[in-house]
């Protein structure tokens, strides 16, 4: 009896957490979805990892416990872990992001400017910029970067967690760099290379 309240217990918290905790898999899907949208970009295929193969007994046992989960655990909870992305100041970011990613791509392409390690932009080598363009670059440079902290701020603020704003932003920087197209720059480790 006494490990069955143990594993209540634990099956209790493990639903606790699921609505406590940052929903990181959910924020990536909700980056990925926001930059390729900005991006206009076709979803990437990626190819499948392969897996390990388990031994049959292993496969069974793991079985058991996903059923036994699903029946203590609503499924419905899963559902929970989505991350809105719509509200009247996410639309509002993305297209004013969206109708700019048309002066950034040029930028992107001539390697003027790169994606720094906080998901930030960053121009790279300011010499490399014509004299006449640079006042226009740092100004789409500023605005962009002001428009990526604001929603990061804005899906915080729409999913009633505002504290989650810096671990939205985490995650954005990373996929801001797994979306960027070939040949574009990027910042790592503190140098600049080249996707």
């Known amino acids: 009896m006494k490990k069955l309240s143990v594993i209540g217990a634990l099956l209790l918290t493990a639903c606790v957490t ?3 905790y940052f929903p990181a898999a959910a924020a990536e899907k ?11 970009n076709t979803p990437q295929q990626t190819q499948p990892k392969p897996k390990a193969s388990l031994p049959d007994w292993q496969v069974s046992v793991y079985q058991v416990l996903d059923t036994a ?3 203590v655990v609503s499924p419905a909870l899963a559902d929970e872990a989505d991350l809105a ?21 040029p930028l992107y392409v001539a390697g003027f400017i790169g994606i720094k390690a906080d998901g930030l932009l960053a121009v790279r080598d300011i010499d490399s910029v014509p004299l006449k363009d640079r006042n226009q670059v740092n100004k789409l440079i500023a605005a ?9 701020q804005a899906i915080a603020n729409a999913n009633g967690h505002p504290e989650w704003a810096a671990q939205i932003k985490s995650t954005f920087a990373g996929r801001w760099l797994s979306n960027a197209q070939a040949g574009w720059w990027y ?6 290379k080249q996707k």
């Open 144 to 152: 962009e970067n002001a428009d990526r902290q604001s929603l990061y």
């Open 18 to 20: 699921i609505n406590i």
């Open 85 to 105: 992305i719509d509200s009247a100041e996410i639309r509002q970011l993305r297209a004013a992001m969206e109708s700019r990613f048309a002066g950034l791509q």
């Open 30 to 40: 909700a980056a990925d979805d926001i930059i390729k949208d900005i991006q206009k």
């Open 187 to 192: 910042q790592s480790s503190g140098s600049w």
């Open 69 to 71: 989960i699903n029946a």
